[in-house]
């Protein structure tokens, strides 16, 4: 069973058991819910699909831990003035654990 959930701008294909590293949500030990979820399967090639969303079905999460992620450099030069800017940021990410798939 596998399902398609809409998260920070961005889609995961989930299975219940799979680790995986989204933008900070919240501390460690916390049960995440996640009721954007766009597809569902049960794995007997049974899908079914949301516009956009499934109504009830909901993705739910256990919190590992929260990590930084790569630093991102980014810089700004502006030729022959002799001006350059160079900054980075490194976001906050935190690493899930699903637990349970209800299609609601």
């Known amino acids: 069973m596998y399902a398609i959930i809409a998260n ?7 299975e219940e058991g799979q680790e995986l590293t989204i933008d900070y ?3 460690a030990g916390e049960t ?3 009721d954007q979820v766009l597809a569902v399967s049960d794995g007997a090639g049974d899908v079914k ?6 109504a009830g079905a909901t993705v ?6 929260a990590a930084k992620g ?6 700004k030069l502006r030729k022959r003035k002799s ?3 160079k900054t ?6 935190t690493k899930i654990r699903i637990s349970s798939i209800a299609a609601g």
């Open 8 to 14: 920070g701008g961005r889609q995961f294909k989930v």
């Open 25 to 27: 949500r919240s501390d």
């Open 32 to 34: 995440v819910t996640f």
């Open 49 to 54: 699909l949301g516009a956009p969303t499934l």
């Open 60 to 65: 739910t999460a256990d919190v590992i831990g």
């Open 70 to 75: 790569p630093k991102l450099v980014v810089q």
């Open 83 to 85: 001006s350059r800017r």
């Open 88 to 93: 980075g940021h490194r976001s906050v990410l």
